[in-house]
Each structure stands twice: as C-alpha cells, then as structure tokens.
C-alpha cells in the first residue's frame, strides 16, 4: 500500500524564479516550429527514483511497459502484449522490438531486466504493490521477460502506468542524464526552463513539429498573460500549470481557446476521524445535508465542476455505483442533529452541555480558492445552525496539522488518473499507510480490512470488494464529496488540434499542429 505523499511531489521547486512578464518571443525569432508549454516548477534531471523533478515532465522522455489509456484503458508501450497468470502469481510481457534508448541503447530484457530492479522489491517503494510483491524476474528470450509475484496483485497492470518510477532509463545513462525511449530528448534544463527536442528515431507517432520549452512561470496571472501576449502557447491542467476556472473565463473572453472536460479527481471535504465533534455521524450527516454543491460547482468553479456524492468519477476505473447528488436540505440536517440528541435550531446546537462548534482547516497555499469554498460552505452551515470557525493557515502549517488530524474539517482531494481507485483507497483511507503531509480523508478500524480485501481481490469478485468500501464510506458518511473539478487547459489559436492528455500528469503535444 502506499507510503509516500504523491501530491507532495508535484509541489516542488516552488522556489523557481516568478517571471511577471517573459520575454518576448516571435514567430520571426524561430520559435514557428516551437510549442511553449508553461509549468508551475522546474524539471530538474528527471530522476526515476528520487522526488526532485515535476510529474508532469517524465512523460514524454521516458515510456512504461503499458501507458494509461481512456478510463484507465491499458494500451501498449514498451510491451506490445502481457499475460497475467491465472494464480497471480506471474506476469509475462512481450517487449517492442527495435527500439533503442536516445543514446543508441538498445531496449530489450536487460534494459528491462536493470529498470525494474531498481524499484522492485526495494522498500522505498513498497507503496507500489507489485514493488512490495516482487520475487524474481525472469529473461525468457532476448524480448521477453516474467515478473515474478509473492502474491497476487490485482492492480499491478494500472500500477505500470503510473508516472514515477515504473518508465525506463537508459543503463548507460550517466547520473543527472534522462535518457529515455520517449517522443521527445531533454537538450537543456535549469531553473528557468527545459528545452527537448524531437526523437526522429521514436517508435510511436512522432510529434508534428520538432522542439518543446517547458517554461516555468509559478504564478498563474503571469501565465496568462504571457498566453494573451503570445509568449506561451498552453497553460493549464492541475499537475503543470494549473489554471482557474475564473482565469479561463476571462481567457475565452478575449479569444483564447479554453478546453475542458470532466476529470479524475474528486475534491473532498473530510471529517477528521480524531475528532470528537466529527465522531458523531449525526454531525456529519447535517454537514452532508446542508451543502448545495450544485452551487459551489456553479458559483465557485465558474461551471468548471461537476457536484458529486461518489468517492471516485465515472472517469477512473472501478469507481463503483452512482448516487444521486442530495439537494442541499436545511430541515434534513437539522432533523438529522435532533435524531442523534442534540438540541437547538437555526441559532446553536448543543449537547450535553456541549456547543455544537466546527474547526474548518484551509489553506490557499496548499488548495488555492479553498478559502472562498470555506466561506460558501460556512454560510451554508450557518443556516442549519452549525457555528463553523475558518483557520486559514500557510503551507507548511497546514502539511502539519492535516496528518495530526487537529482540524474538524478540511479538503482533500483523490489522485485522479493514473492513481486511482487502488492509489487513494490504499493511502487516504488505510490506517497503517504514511502519506506524509496530505494526511487522510478518514480511517476506521472497520474500513482497514474493507480496503485491504478490495486491494487484493481480483477478477470478477474485484467490483464487489471495491463497492463494499463504496457503501461503508457512504453508510457511515465518512466523507463528504463536493465536487468533481474538470480538466482546464486554455491555448494560443496558433495551436491547432489540441486535445487534452490523456491524464494531468501528461504534457499535451499529441496531435498539435502550430500555425
């Protein structure tokens, strides 16, 4: 299960310069055949195994044995085919043939074989399943080898798609070169920008014109600015340069082209599972009931959400049986307070002597809009007679109050595509698993053996296990799921043919023209 903070690794370099205006770049100064993609934080050396580079960068230089496809489709990369053993136990793969690292290595099992030791069965990184389970691997032929499990690992096929460490580095490759079989060779990076340019001699579709920048430029108005002057030609998607759903708004305005559709991630308000006032299910059914996440979706998302009452979207796999999105109902909370014995109406609650007082944990730093949410939902409680208290902190506060579970109330949100389900059921909702500064939406002792069998159940029986944690986090109200924020990228109208990637971990170039 997992034991590392995987949207802690998507917040570094946030010490890279903050460029108010970039520099001017026109299609007279060579840059017709250049697509200028703005990231939030530097590259660095796109170390496999250490968190010292952005996710979204590996990507395009280095390819997995099986990419994530459409609603967690698994499509072929370096593995043309693999057969999973009806025990479990074993994992063949067919490598692709003919292909070769940008340095000339060829790929074959002992490019193979050398990749995967270096995170299977290393306790690093025991959070990746098939990791912990690894036994052995076996070279069958020149272009196939067996992986070798401990034990069954249903979700071990969606774990080779995951962005880091699974992808494949040359063995030549010297320290702080990444060296890959991907569409694109890193030419240069450092702080301010990485520059790649075309792998002629990549085995897929070969991208349609022939050098990407990656420019890093922090602050979201500065990157749209610089798309409005011409300077950047894509902004957006959460994990490389987020974009808000107010900024893309004013973009389309002023004829950008904005592209969005639903995404993987499910923002969450969780309950603290430490705290005495949220140990109370009648609570929690009240703050359930007196939230319009209709209107937080429209209001607050600028209609760039879908509200929610599911865990997981329809968008990632197994995500299990729809409920229908409650209509925020005053009455219902209310009724539901006065079931569970607390006394009081619109003006207070209490109980046993006790106010009914909610500490509400934000941060703008850590989950940027997240004290506007707070306000709407204090509002909205305030009516049912919830008196709900904002703590608005910085970043390092809240990486320290969130894990130590010292707030009543806080937002969360799953890991979306390629992580989940299996990636925020095994860390977010799991007692034993450390997920450092992203805490957990909520644990039980009850819920621990429910993941843990949904985790190492597979085939047919696999859905079953997986809506049984479905229905006790919904039974129990263990969290309360707001909304599901659409992808949101916005382009220069230069860029032709542009579609979203795949997941937000993915750089768009697929299919891009530039005019």
Not at 44 to 68: K, R
Not at 123 to 140: E, P, Q
Not at 203 to 216: C, H, I, N, Q, Y
Request: with cysteine; glycine share 10%; aromatic share 8%.
């Amino acid at each position: 299960m997992p034991t590392l903070s995987r949207r802690s690794l998507l917040t570094i370099a946030t010490a890279a310069p903050l460029f108010a205006i970039l520099p001017k770049i026109t299609l007279a100064d060579g840059h017709g055949d250049t697509l200028r993609v703005a990231i939030a934080g530097e590259t660095g050396d796109l170390d496999l195994l250490q968190n010292v580079s952005t996710l979204s960068s590996y990507t395009i230089v280095f390819d997995g044995l099986i990419h994530y496809g459409p609603g967690g489709t698994l499509e072929p990369g370096l593995a043309t085919a693999w057969t999973v053993a009806e025990d479990g136990l074993s994992i063949s793969f067919d490598l692709r043939e003919g292909v070769s690292f940008s340095d000339g290595t060829p790929f074959d099992a002992d490019a193979a074989e050398w990749n995967l030791l270096r995170w299977m069965g290393v306790a690093d990184f025991s959070w990746i399943g098939i990791a912990d389970a690894y036994d052995s691997i076996v070279k069958d032929a020149p272009n196939k080898i067996t992986v070798k499990l401990k034990r069954p690992v249903p979700a071990a096929l969606l774990e080779l798609t995951i962005v880091r460490p699974v992808r494949f580095l040359s063995p030549k490759a010297a320290a702080g070169q990444p060296i890959g079989t991907g569409p694109w060779i890193v030419e240069s990076f450092d702080a301010t920008k990485t520059v790649l340019t075309r792998n002629d001699a990549y085995w897929g579709e070969k991208p349609a014109f022939s050098r990407l920048e990656l420019l890093v430029v922090p602050d979201e108005l500065a990157r749209a600015n610089a798309l409005r002057a011409g300077d950047l030609d894509v902004i957006g998607g959460d994990w490389v340069a987020a974009l808000s759903p107010r900024r893309a708004k004013a973009l389309e305005g002023e004829g950008m082209i904005v592209v969005a559709e639903p995404g993987t991630a499910t923002t969450i308000l969780g309950y603290s599972p430490k705290s005495p006032m949220m140990q109370d299910k009648a609570v929690r059914d009240a703050i359930f009931l007196g939230i319009d996440r209709a209107a937080v979706a429209a209001v607050l998302f600028e209609g760039y959400a879908d509200p929610t009452a599911d865990i997981f979207p329809t968008t990632v796999p197994t995500a299990g049986m729809r409920h229908d999105v409650p209509a925020r109902d005053v009455a219902a909370a209310q009724a539901a307070l006065t079931a569970g014995g607390w006394a009081g109406d619109a003006s207070g609650w209490t109980k046993d002597g006790t106010a009914l007082e909610i500490d509400f944990l934000v941060s703008d730093e850590s989950f940027p809009g997240s004290r506007r949410i707070a306000e709407m939902i204090q509002g909205m409680l305030s009516e049912v007679g919830l008196k709900v208290n904002i703590s608005s902190v910085d970043n390092a506060t809240m990486h320290e109050r969130r894990p130590a579970f010292q707030y009543d109330l806080t937002f969360f949100a799953t890991y979306g595509a390629p992580y989940d389900p299996h990636g925020s059921l095994g860390a977010s909702f799991v007692t034993a698993s450390d997920t450092g500064p992203d805490g957990k939406i909520y644990i039980h002792p009850d819920l621990d053996p429910l993941v843990a069998t949904a985790l190492e159940t597979g085939g047919d029986a696999r859905e079953g296990a997986m809506q049984a944690v479905y229905d006790w986090l919904y039974d129990n109200t263990a969290a309360c799921p707001l909304v599901v924020t659409q992808r949101i990228w916005a382009v220069n109208p230069r860029v032709k043919g542009f579609a979203l990637p795949v997941t937000d971990y993915d750089i768009p170039f697929k299919g891009i023209t530039l005019g």
